[in-house]
């Protein structure tokens, strides 16, 4: 074994000391760096070349460090799978494809004939180091996450083609093992006249069990991930069925003979839409990695790093230069090249090499196969956990400078003429209307979901109670249901403001709170009726949404939002000349992105018009469908086509507003009867300029609106004879 992986006895050998150091190394690296303007990555990575066997020997490279080290590379490509835009992968995959194929082949086909005629390698030697530089390890990705860069274009490129090139490289190394036959006396002997049934044999068995996993996946995961999400909702146990379908990816990648961050990254794109981006979730994932896992995987690798071999003859410092020098130069051509080719901005440029620059974890795990194979040899060795050293702080500046400059551009002050003024003029603040906890915890998420994260204005929590016998009793049970989605809502890194009022009147209790906290929209859930009821709307909902002029969304869950695959929005004639028509499409959009549902929006066509001109303009990445609605009298036509993963969005309109029409006086009667079961949000827009109608009360404008006439209730009586 070489020199590198030998090491004397460490000074620190305790497990609690050992995991004492690498805490100070994680809390006071990002520390030191900022003060030095340096990324912390970088920082994790030098402190594990100070503490480690090649430094002042604190530490040694052991058990703990792999395993930790092994769950971080996955963390990254778990993430890097959950946070990938798949909409925006579809409509691309040509890029993705292309991209893919040069970040691999050009740098392979350099550092092959490099390998050859510079450094005199065998042909499998240089076929090995070709594998090695072809295939390129995210390591710069939680930069991205910093400035809230996943779901650029350049960034969901450079995610996917890494994963491209780096299942090549992987096919390509495993083609190596492969062809790798003992000869006589006991030597190995690389040939590449290997019989071809041989070969044809060992890829048609590989090419089985890669189909039988990638099918088996794609089919069994999502069955069993919302089978799962609807029967248990414990935070804890959610984490570990997450955390147990990557390591099982993993693992059964691992048997077919590739490397596990593969399945890794398959399982986190299966696992995309049904984690949404700020779900507790989702928070949970990425603080246990981002606090632990990763930075003890970068900590591994710099212990790796011999920064002394540099030193001892000018052989590895040769290798090294000329490693870094022709992968990294060969990453670079590709990264331009396709920037140029996909008309991107120089900018988008630099992110698509910064991202696909480094090499880690990826490049040790196989450059250890050649040394199985006795391809490698000390210098090579050596010369490829340096060269690790050096790309990655490639990779890690330039990703971090070309962060900012995309930044600065989306913020331009140009664009803040408009983004900025909208931003600023933007009223949004949601009032949550929570009373029962079977619902409230769905209701919070739900609101998490649409808020606007820009302005992190939070969300307000309000419980009204009635002011009766019973008041103090149920203020207590009040008070502790918006203790428990407080919590919720730290766990989603979200502000959350509560309060419990007593009221005579709940709408009136409603109202008030929401002119005091200056809200613009109100969420509640809906109650379940098991017959048709005049009372439809519930007790005061009705005197709620006819005295208050702005958006209310009522809501009723059957099961969890994550697990919906389909959103079915019926959208009435002339709701485009609501003065709340793009309040309720930015909710709706938000909403559906975060979840990664298709949604069909059915509605005249002059509505439906309108629509699609919005999502093209402001969420390209949704993936809508437009069916045209003729009249809303087919609005039970619908019920056919809803199943129970759908979600069912009724757009509604107030009496004696533009889009108001006969027919939704018959909207209670035909849920009841046709959506009956189903998940069901019903949006009551912004109307009459968004002020509070009874504030503007006259003689000749009731406050109050009965749902249901004299007239409707004899129609019904006749009705039902």
């Known amino acids: 074994m070489s020199s590198l992986l030998l090491a004397a006895t460490p000074l620190i050998t305790d497990p609690t000391l050992i995991f004492f150091v690498v805490l100070l190394i994680i809390l006071f690296a990002p520390i030191v760096m900022s003060k030095l303007r340096i990324p912390h990555i970088i920082g994790m990575v030098l402190a594990g070349i100070v503490v480690g066997p090649y430094g002042l020997n604190l530490l040694a490279h052991g058990s703990s460090f792999e395993i930790f080290g092994q769950v971080g590379l996955y963390y990254i490509l778990f993430l890097a799978g959950l946070e990938m835009d798949l909409e925006s992968v579809r409509r691309s995959t040509r890029n993705f494809l292309i991209f893919g194929l040069l970040t691999c082949l050009v740098p392979f086909g350099m550092t092959y004939a490099v390998a050859q005629l510079l450094l005199d390698y065998s042909h499998p030697t240089a076929f090995l180091l070709g594998c090695i530089m072809a295939s390129n390890t995210l390591i710069a990705y939680p930069v991205i996450g910093r400035y809230g860069l996943q779901k650029h274009p350049s960034v969901a490129l450079s995610v996917g083609s890494s994963m ?16 790798y036959t003992n000869s006589i006396e006991g030597q190995k002997l690389f040939t590449f006249s290997t019989p071809l049934p041989s070969q044809l044999l060992f890829w048609l068995f590989f090419l089985v069990k890669l189909s039988a996993f990638l099918v088996g996946s794609i089919m069994l995961i999502p069955r069993l991930t919302r089978l799962f999400l609807r029967r248990y ?4 146990m959610q984490y570990i069925f997450v955390m147990s379908v990557m390591f099982l990816s993993a693992a059964l990648t691992v048997l077919i003979g590739l490397e596990g961050i593969v399945g890794a990254f398959i399982s986190g794109l299966i696992l995309n839409r049904y984690i ?4 507790p979730l989702m928070n949970r994932i990425e603080f246990i990695g981002n606090a632990l896992f990763i930075p003890y995987f970068l900590i591994g690798v710099g212990m790796l790093i011999n920064v002394q071999a540099l030193f001892n003859g000018g052989g590895v410092v040769w290798v090294v230069l000329l490693i870094a020098f022709i992968g990294t130069f060969g990453k670079a051509v590709a990264a331009y090249f396709s920037s140029l080719l996909f008309r991107l901005s120089q900018q988008d440029g630099n992110m698509m090499f910064g991202l696909t620059s480094a090499h880690a974890a990826g490049a040790i795990a196989m450059v250890m196969v050649g040394v199985r194979l006795d391809l490698v040899n000390d210098d090579m060795l050596n010369g490829v956990v340096l060269m690790i050293l050096v790309t ?6 330039l990703t971090e400078h070309a962060a900012q400059k995309i930044t600065l551009s989306n913020y331009s002050p140009s664009s803040q ?42 969300v307000v929590a309000l419980n009204v109670v009635y002011d009766d016998e019973h008041a103090s009793t149920l ?6 249901l918006l203790e428990t989605l407080k919590q919720q809502a730290v766990a989603s890194d979200v502000r959350l403001q509560t309060q419990v009022r007593l009221a005579s009147n709940i709408a009136n209790g409603i109202k008030h709170a929401f002119r005091e906290f200056a809200c613009s929209e109100i969420v509640m859930g809906m109650h379940v009726h098991t017959d048709v009821n005049p009372k439809f709307w519930g007790e005061f909902i009705q005197s709620l949404y006819n005295g208050l002029n702005r958006q209310i969304i009522l809501m009723r869950f059957v099961q969890p939002m994550t697990t ?3 959103i079915q929005v019926a959208v009435p004639s002339r709701a485009e000349y609501e003065p709340g028509f793009h309040r309720w499409l930015e909710r709706l959009c938000r909403f559906a992105t975060q979840l990664d549902c298709r949604t069909v929006f059915h509605g005249r066509q002059e509505s439906l018009d309108l629509i699609e001109n919005y999502i093209w303009t402001h969420h390209k990445s949704m993936k809508a469908e437009y069916l045209p609605m003729k009249h809303w009298n087919e609005l039970p036509r619908l019920a056919s086509s809803i199943s129970p993963d759908h979600l069912f969005v009724v757009v509604t309109a107030r009496k004696g507003t533009i889009s108001y029409k006969n027919a939704l006086e018959r909207l209670p009667d035909e849920l009841q009867h ?3 079961g189903t998940n069901l949000m019903i949006i009551f827009p912004d109307q009459y300029g968004g002020t509070l109608k009874e504030e503007g009360m006259s003689f000749t404008e009731a406050q109050h609106h009965e749902e249901t006439s004299f007239y409707d209730t004899i129609l019904r009586l006749i009705h039902r004879k």
Do not use: W
């Open 276 to 279: 949404p981006r700020v779900s």
């Open 564 to 566: 919906l695959r389909r």
């Open 392 to 397: 990655c702080i490639i990779s890690t500046l």
């Open 674 to 676: 046709h959506f009956s």
């Open 417 to 458: 003429g408009v983004a900025g003024g909208v931003a600023a003029s933007d009223d949004e603040k949601i009032l949550l209307c929570v009373k029962y906890p079977e619902i409230a915890p769905q209701l919070l998420d739900l609101s998490i979901l649409i808020r606007n994260q820009s302005l992190n204005r939070g």
């Open 475 to 480: 203020r207590e049970q009040g008070l502790r």
């Open 233 to 236: 909702s414990d935070a804890v």
């Open 164 to 179: 491209i090139s780096l299942f090549l490289a992987l096919v390509m190394l495993a083609a190596l093992a492969a062809m």
